[in-house]
Structure formats: structure tokens, C-alpha cells
């Protein structure tokens, strides 16, 4: 006989995982390969609950239960973040004996650290998973913020002082933006007052369904303050001042989880603002603000990618590039527009992690983050340069990698919302990030090695790894409508977001 869970409990299980393990590896009273274990076994714990509620959740029924609240927007996030979860826990012993063992590796020097970056990760993993649970607004503030904390130590594990100077700009520029969110809130809450009262106070469903009674002129300026709060959050320009350094300074483990779990984090909070807001002020306004700042950001991430000589800082442009293409896809409003950014935002969590993983990989073997000193990678190191290339060509959208299909529908939705001259500018700019990455990463596989090889860094674990990513990245996007239960939950998340403008 089957024994029958119900969904709070498997939610309620699902977060004391992370925590649990945090004060176990913080404590650092299990010997290295005990920890190593159980990274992984908390992870896989915490996946198969995720499995169990995509198999037991219901689509068309939101499950609500004290502050925690399910629907298929929030599930689908926390497929997402799970992903990841999985990929950092069987890729993360491997990347820190790496640093262990090389010459200049930091943990060669404190190898007892390796407990606390444990607790630290497993922790900012936690934050998000509370960030796409909550049901109310203001918690969701408070769960933003508390990713900001817990990923600025993230930031500055290293404690050089190029990484402290990156925690130290991380945490200001975002705290300034998660400030402005707060007013954003704030004025959300002084606009449900004035029109229903204090009851049920920024609680999202309570607000989602009377979104249209709320004053136009007060919504739009929290709107406002909103959108630059957790946009800044997101890295979109021109608040996206701390994105690159932060990137550039973590640990590429933790760049994976900030650039493909942490910034979309930012956007689904955002969203869950609009779905409010909109009845209110309408969709003009909101959506001018989208589309504008989304297409800015590709922009101006275009030439900094060009002139780039660090390799992360390039992959944090690259992000730059699909958050604002995100960003201009739900800035259309359209079913197609809306399903294809949420289905960017898995594709460019999975794709991008491998790729901050491999840059990780790239920098142990040639001691520096100068692209300009590295060459010859497809001699010296081919099975590294085969996964670098696999996503490059990903993270581009080239045929027929998984962000080839989602990038494809966005586009394609500029020309169906007959607005073919914002259509053909995002393809010039796609166009131009295409250029600028592709140049950087053929230079440095190409060419005469300049340097004595340190062989192959990547081990069979983590190889499989990335190569599930990149796989499962490919596959979902081509077969997504044809999957048991992930189309129906991605056509159900769509409609939760345009729920905002009726």
C-alpha cells in the first residue's frame, strides 16, 4: 500500500533539508568525504520531493497553507532552483578538491573552509526555495534580502581584496535597489489599505484578485519603485553595476546559482508584483517599462562583452543578455512571449551553470581569468574545450541547443504582436552578442598552447554532469508540450502571469 504524502508535508520537508545540512557542515564534525556524501544526499532528498510534488501537484489548484502557497508559477521556479541544487551537489567535490590541490587554490591553505562554503550554499539554496514559496509580498522582500546576505559571503568566501571589494559593491547597489523594492511594497500596501483595508496585509492571492481596486496613480509609482528595486536584483541596466564584479570574484559554483537560480528569483518576484499591479494601471505602462529596459540591457552588455579580457565577467554579460531578453519577452504579454521567457529562464539556469562550471575548470588549469593568456585549449585540454564549446553554442542559442528554441519564441513573438522594428533590434543585438562571445571563445581554443598543458581537470562526475544540462536543456525545450506534466505546468504558469491583465 502506497503510503500518501500530501503537499504541505512534502513542502515542509523540502525546506528543513538545506537548514539541516547547514548546521551539520557548520558545526565541522564529519570528516570531508562524509560531508561530500551527504552534500549529495541532502540534494538528491530535496529533488525527489520536487519530483513527487510535480507528479502529485495540480495545475489548475493552488495549494495554499499558512504563509507557503503552491501554483505552477511557483513550482516551476522551484523545478528550476532544484536543478541546480542537484548539479551543484555532484559537481561541487570535484571543483573543491581541485582547489584543494593545485598550487595556488585557496582551500590549499584553508582546507577547513570547505564545511562552511557547504553551510553557505546550501543556505543561499534555502532563501531562494523560500523566495518562490511565500505568499505574501512583503515575505518575499524579506526572502530577497536574506539571498543578498547569504550570497555576499558567497562572494567574499575567497577574502582577497578583489572579492571584498566585489561583496562590498554586491551588497550596496543591491541593497539600495532591494531598498527601493521596499518602498515599491510599502506603497502596495498603503494602496490596499486605502481600497480594502488592513486585512489580510500584501498577501498575494488576497491581492490578485482585487489588483483592480487599488488606486492607478499609487500603483504605478510603486510599480515604479518595484521594478528598479528587484531590477537591480536582476542585473538589468543600467542598475546592473555589480553583476559582473560579483560574478568575476565568486566561486564559479556560486556564480552558477547566482546567474541561473538567484537573478530569476528576482524576475518571478517581480512578476508576482505585475499580476497584482496591472489590473490598476494597465498593461501599457508595465510593458513599455519591460521591453525598454530589457532591450537596453542586451545593449549595453554588447560592447563590454567585445572589449572583455576575464572570463567570468564575460559569462556575466552574457547573463546581462538573456535576463533582458527575458525581461522584453513577458514585456509582451502574449501567451507565446510569456511561456517561451519562462522557459528561457530554465534553459539559461541549466546552460550557464555549465558554463560557469567549465570556466571554473578553465581558470585552475591556466592559473588566471585573462582570456587573452589562453590558448591552445583544444590541444592541451580536449575534452574541456568540447563543453566549453557545447555551451557557447548554447548560451548563443545555436540549433539545436535547448535556448535555440526559446530565444526563437521570443523573437518570434515580436513579429506576432506586430512590433517587427523591436523584433529585428533584438536580432541585431543577439547578433552582436553572437559575435563578441563567439570571438573569445574559438581565439582561445585555437591557436599554439603558449604554456605547459596541465591535462584534462574535468573528471568523469562532473563531465556527466554537464553534460545532463546540457541535454536535459535540449530535450525539454524540444519536447517540452509533449512531457508528462511540465507542459501543462508551463502553459498554467503563463496563465498566471497574464492573469494580471484582466
Known sequence: MELYVTIPQLVYTLLALPPLFSLIAAVNVLGKGLLHWLNRLTAVAAGAIVVKLVMQFDPS????????????????MLIIVTM????????????????????????RRFSHLEGRFYALSHLFVWTMMIVVLVNNLGLMWVAIEATTLVSALLVAFKFTR?????????????????????????LVYYAQILAMGGAQALDWQYLAAHGGELNPALAKVAFCFLFVGYGTKVGLAPMH????DAHSEAPALTSGLLSGALCICAIYVLLRNVIVIMPAVGMGFISSLFLFFGLLTIALAIPFVVIQRDIKRMLAYSSMENFGLMAAGFGLFMPLAVEAS????MNHAL??????YTAGTIMEAYGTKNMMRMHGMLQQAPRTSLFWLLGIVGILGMPPMGIFFSKFYIIDSFFMADRP????????????????ILYHALRMMGGKPKRKSAGELMGRLDTAVLLVLLLASGVISGTLLELPYLGDLLVTAGQIVLGGMS
Do not use: Q
Not at 64 to 75: C, E, K, T, V
Open 61 to 76: 489548484n493552488p495549494v495554499s497553507f499558512g504563509y507557503l502557497y503552491l501554483d505552477a508559477l511557483a513550482l516551476w
Open 84 to 107: 541546480l541544487y542537484l548539479a551543484f551537489a555532484f559537481t561541487s567535490k570535484a571543483y573543491l578538491d581541485r582547489d584543494t590541490n593545485i598550487r595556488y587554490g585557496y582551500l
Open 162 to 186: 578583489t572579492s571584498l571589494e566585489a561583496a562590498w559593491k554586491y551588497v550596496m547597489v543591491c541593497t539600495v535597489g532591494i531598498c527601493l523594492a521596499l518602498l515599491g511594497t510599502i
Open 241 to 244: 553595476a555589480w553583476l559582473p
Open 342 to 345: 519562462l522557459l528561457h529562464m
Open 351 to 356: 546552460v550557464k551553470y555549465a558554463l560557469f
Open 421 to 436: 522594428w523591436l523584433g529585428m533590434l533584438a536580432l541585431v543585438l543577439l547578433a552582436g552578442m553572437l559575435i563578441g
